[in-house]
């Protein structure tokens, strides 16, 4: 039996560049991951830091089965529940109807179905709105009930993507709270994305640190802590200008050839 709860070798993950009004620019692509190679063992707690767009919720996805991958091969160990805003959740139906469709698409039986409800409605404190459809929650609120959902349910590994970020702080806490008791008690894998360094060292063992979709550092938390956090101040420091230049060149680097030839191209060349 594999000692690992997750096994990533040379993994890629490419899309399509679009602009503001979400419609392909060109043919152009770009890399979101590039060749990522990390092996996560059973019981691991795994801080994933990085920048605005620099991959942490594509990795999110993917360690969910939410997203495939485009190059390389992952292996995962467990049952796994992505806890992000919004995921999984259908915000036509009450937040009751979502806890009993969630159930029964993962085949539960219609006790077990009736206990995991009666435990998200004591975690997630929605009172009366969680007979209110989801479209008339707030973040928080989707953030809460998608959050209770995922552990009643009770899964091998836990995915959290910025879902503590929305909402009262007297929730999150109990949220964290809860998580150290499975990290502590159950042995439960975790993957914790944050931007909060603070909440990452506190509850983490392992850091990662993604940037322009590379793995550029995974270890000792507080070392990756202290890294990622002086590469921060460093590119916080300059100035405006400065900086969107730098990022652009970053981002550049990812974009793919355009492999594809024009329709005059092929039709010169034809000649």
Same mark, same amino acid.
């Given at each position: 039996m594999a000692e690992y709860a997750v096994k990533v070798d040379h993994i890629s993950k490419i899309y399509s560049l679009k602009n503001k009004n979400n419609q392909h620019k060109s043919n152009k692509r770009f890399y979101? &991951? /590039? *060749? !990522?190679? $990390? +092996?996560?063992? /059973? @019981? %691991?707690?795994?801080?994933? !830091? @990085? +920048?605005?767009?620099? @991959?942490?919720? +594509?990795l999110s996805s993917i360690l969910a089965g939410i997203s495939d991958i485009d190059e390389g091969s992952i292996e995962i160990h467990g049952e796994q529940a992505l806890i992000a805003i919004n995921t999984g959740l259908n915000v036509q139906l009450t937040g009751e109807e979502n806890i009993r469709v969630k159930g029964a698409l993962l085949g539960l039986k219609k006790k077990e179905i009736q206990r995991i409800t009666q435990s998200v409605i004591d975690f997630a404190e929605l009172g009366d709105f969680l007979y209110q459809p989801?479209?008339?929650?707030?973040?928080?609120? /989707?953030?809460? !009930?998608? $959050?209770?959902?995922? &552990?009643?349910? *009770?899964? %091998?590994? $836990?995915?959290? %993507? =910025?879902? !503590?970020?929305?909402g009262d702080k007297g929730f999150a806490k109990k949220c964290l709270d809860h998580m150290m008791k499975l990290r502590d008690n159950e042995g439960k894998t975790i993957f914790f994305v944050s931007h909060s360094i603070s909440q990452v060292?506190? $509850?983490? /063992? +392992?850091?990662?640190?993604?940037? @322009?979709?590379? &793995?550029? =550092?995974?270890?000792d938390i507080e070392t990756v802590c202290a890294h990622y956090s002086e590469y921060v101040d460093q590119l916080n420091a300059l100035k405006p200008k400065e900086k969107k230049k730098l990022l652009n060149e970053k981002f550049e680097e990812r974009v793919l050839p355009d492999t594809k030839k024009s329709f005059f191209s092929r039709l010169l060349g034809g000649l």
């Amino acid at each position: 039996m594999a000692e690992y709860a997750v096994k990533v070798d040379h993994i890629s993950k490419i899309y399509s560049l679009k602009n503001k009004n979400n419609q392909h620019k060109s043919n152009k692509r770009f890399y979101a &991951l /590039k *060749d !990522l190679s $990390f +092996t996560v063992e /059973k @019981g %691991d707690v795994v801080g994933i !830091l @990085g +920048t605005n767009g620099s @991959g942490k919720s +594509t990795l999110s996805s993917i360690l969910a089965g939410i997203s495939d991958i485009d190059e390389g091969s992952i292996e995962i160990h467990g049952e796994q529940a992505l806890i992000a805003i919004n995921t999984g959740l259908n915000v036509q139906l009450t937040g009751e109807e979502n806890i009993r469709v969630k159930g029964a698409l993962l085949g539960l039986k219609k006790k077990e179905i009736q206990r995991i409800t009666q435990s998200v409605i004591d975690f997630a404190e929605l009172g009366d709105f969680l007979y209110q459809p989801v479209k008339k929650y707030s973040s928080g609120m /989707k953030s809460r !009930l998608g $959050f209770s959902i995922s &552990l009643a349910l *009770d899964p %091998d590994i $836990f995915i959290v %993507d =910025e879902a !503590l970020s929305v909402g009262d702080k007297g929730f999150a806490k109990k949220c964290l709270d809860h998580m150290m008791k499975l990290r502590d008690n159950e042995g439960k894998t975790i993957f914790f994305v944050s931007h909060s360094i603070s909440q990452v060292q506190q $509850f983490c /063992k +392992t850091g990662m640190w993604i940037e @322009g979709g590379r &793995l550029q =550092e995974m270890g000792d938390i507080e070392t990756v802590c202290a890294h990622y956090s002086e590469y921060v101040d460093q590119l916080n420091a300059l100035k405006p200008k400065e900086k969107k230049k730098l990022l652009n060149e970053k981002f550049e680097e990812r974009v793919l050839p355009d492999t594809k030839k024009s329709f005059f191209s092929r039709l010169l060349g034809g000649l």
